[in-house]
């Protein structure tokens, strides 16, 4: 392919390749004949790496200063530093409002994790292939199903005058769907679908003779599992409740419209500091707040990423 | 070997069962919530909604949204994407980092530094265009401070789904085919690239939209009224008519992601039988 004389279109080529000086004399065998592209093809991610500078990178740099200077609303006050903000962020009832936050996104997702892959196996084994394209696509809507509508539906489902509440008198019993283990059921209606989702490249990239190999090793199902199969999937696995994590920490609407202040989270907090519902100028208050939030899903993230490419080793 | 496989055929079965259950339940009871009434059914909720004060107001805030966040994001991601495939492979690690970085911020999160760029505007800059560029983008009318907010957290999805569609095709043979036959650079890229990935354009967009259609938090602080802001304040007061929404909305996506699939279907099918 390479070898091909070009024949006519090369006048053009070079007329149009932007760093005409460069390319025109490039190195005389270039290994394939798209060095020429190579002019001026960066500019093309210029408006890209621009609009995040502007749209992400000063709100970080607003975070940032807000979250160590002076809270108040007078211009006065603006260059003051001071770690009073991120210091109170992190006491009483905001530290309880991150606690709690951490704790139903690590709960959740744990939970989303352990029922997700049971899912995506049978997905995955199913040999109807209208099975696997259903659950997938019906995961893809339910995944991106958070929200207002998740929160709606629930309360019409299970609120204190929802339909299956109604019909089992759960209240009677202690039910209620306000409260830690209501949302808990409330997210895993969108966090195991994403679970499904994110596992399901990894368990179709086990091998069906790795399997074999186990069987004729006279390895049970169990043993394949817990030596072979759950090894291997590890890191997606790692991987998938990583993200899940951070879908249900960042959650604020589903919240927000379902349990008002039952339970105390840590989004909740921000919008609440923010609209000034508990005390005027505490703007930076609640930067502060977002900055606990990055640092937490930063980490997160920090362990997220590695993992993505360590399972990649097998499973490609 | 037999009993196995039917013990695992059976174990498959009741694994997708009990899933569908809880999945269906709440759709189902939504549904039933929204029609319910002391004399029977009705179907108010649903046929009331179009009268709602605020209802195509607020769709229309929402759908022109979309549409601007989509456009904008495609024409920021796409050509970025191209190049760093055919002639700047160096950028790409900056590149997926930065699509990525939106991630680690919450959209609660976000909305605060939003919030805290806009208080930069004392009024003593009145007059400068600093100041007027940030009383534009929080015009009421079409809050383009929103579009920046959703295009940065419709970035790590939409990245993905271009990166994996463009993964599928041999970009730099495409192009240089195409430029062979004498194409020049706008219309290798506009008739062969492109066309190519109509999949993975149409999987960002698909994602882009259900984002901005239910996007909740950024709008609802910054006190602008698109849809879910609208259904929430409906829901205060209205509750069955707050729950047909959610119905409708959840109908809507899955319409929508049907399309997508067929699309691709399509696509893939003609592909492989030409």
């Known amino acids: 392919m390479t070898t091909a004389p070009t024949p006519v279109p090369t006048p053009a080529a070079t007329e149009l390749s932007g760093g005409a000086g460069a390319s025109g004399t490039a190195t005389p065998v270039p290994r394939r004949r798209t060095v020429k592209l190579r002019g001026g093809s960066w500019l093309a991610t210029v408006p890209l790496f621009a609009f995040f500078a502007i749209s992400f ?24 530093f001071t770690t009073q903000n991120v210091t109170d962020s992190v006491q009483g009832a905001y530290w309880t409002s ?22 995506a196996q049978a997905v995955v084994t199913s040999r109807f292939r209208a099975v696997r394209e259903a659950v997938l696509s019906a995961s893809g809507v339910l995944a991106n199903f958070g929200g207002l509508p998740l929160a709606f539906a629930f309360v019409a489902t299970l609120g204190n005058a929802g339909e299956i509440t109604k019909l089992f008198h759960l209240t009677d019993h202690g039910w209620s769907l306000y409260s830690f283990t209501g949302l808990t059921i409330v997210y895993l209606y969108f966090l195991v679908p994403l679970m499904v989702l994110s596992i399901t490249p990894a368990l179709d990239g086990l091998r069906v003779q790795w399997r074999e190999a186990a069987h004729n090793n006279r390895a049970t199902t169990l043993q394949y599992w817990r030596h072979v199969a759950l090894p291997i999937l590890f890191p997606s696995l790692l991987g998938g409740y990583v993200l899940l994590f951070g879908s249900a920490f960042a959650a604020y609407a589903t919240a927000a419209a379902m349990v008002g202040a039952t339970v105390p989270l840590i989004s909740r907090s921000i919008a609440d500091a923010l609209s000034g519902n508990v005390l005027v100028g505490q703007g930076n208050l609640a930067l502060a707040l977002s900055l606990d939030m990055i640092v937490v899903a930063v980490v997160v993230m920090a362990v997220y990423l590695p993992l993505q490419r360590r399972s990649a080793r097998w499973l490609s | 070997m037999a009993q196995l496989i039917s013990r695992v055929r059976v174990w498959r079965g009741v694994v997708l069962l009990l899933a569908g259950a809880y999945f269906l339940l709440p759709m189902g009871a939504s549904v039933y919530f929204s029609i319910d009434d002391p004399k029977g059914f009705t179907f108010e909720a649903y046929t009331g909604l179009l009268g709602a004060p605020g209802f195509t107001d607020s769709l229309t805030l929402t759908l022109e949204l979309a549409a601007v966040t ?51 505007g004392p009024d003593y800059l009145m007059d400068t265009p600093f100041f007027q560029t940030i009383v534009f983008i929080q015009d009421p009318k079409f809050p383009i401070v929103l579009v920046l907010a959703y295009v940065l957290m419709s970035l790590p999805l939409a990245y993905r789904a271009l990166d994996a569609g463009l993964r599928a095709v041999d970009v730099r043979t495409l192009v240089e085919a195409a430029r062979n036959c004498g194409a020049s650079w706008p219309r290798a890229v506009i008739t062969v690239v492109l066309p190519n990935l109509r999949g993975a354009l149409l999987n960002a967009s698909f994602l882009t939209l259900a984002l901005v259609l239910g996007e909740f938090t950024a709008a609802s602080i910054l006190g602008y009224q698109p849809f879910a802001v609208w259904i929430y304040s409906v829901g205060n007061s209205q509750a069955q008519m707050s729950v047909a929404v959610s119905v409708l909305s959840l109908l809507i996506t899955w319409v929508l992601l049907l399309l997508l699939a067929a699309a691709g279907r399509e696509r893939r099918y003609k592909t492989a039988h030409s």
């Open chain 2, 70 to 120: 989509v456009v904008v994001l495609l024409l920021l991601l796409v050509p970025a994407l191209i190049a760093v495939r055919l002639g700047a492979p160096r950028l790409r690690p900056v590149l997926e980092v930065v699509c990525t970085l939106p991630l680690v911020v919450p959209p609660v999160a976000l909305t605060a530094g939003l919030i805290g760029v806009l208080r930069w």
């Open chain 1, 98 to 119: 991150l606690l709690s936050s951490v704790k139903l996104s690590a709960l959740t997702a744990l939970i989303g994790t352990v029922l997700g892959l049971p899912i």
């Open chain 1, 57 to 80: 990178g000063l709100p970080a740099i607003a975070i940032a200063i807000g979250a160590f200077t002076l809270s108040s609303d007078a211009e006065t006050g603006a260059g003051t």
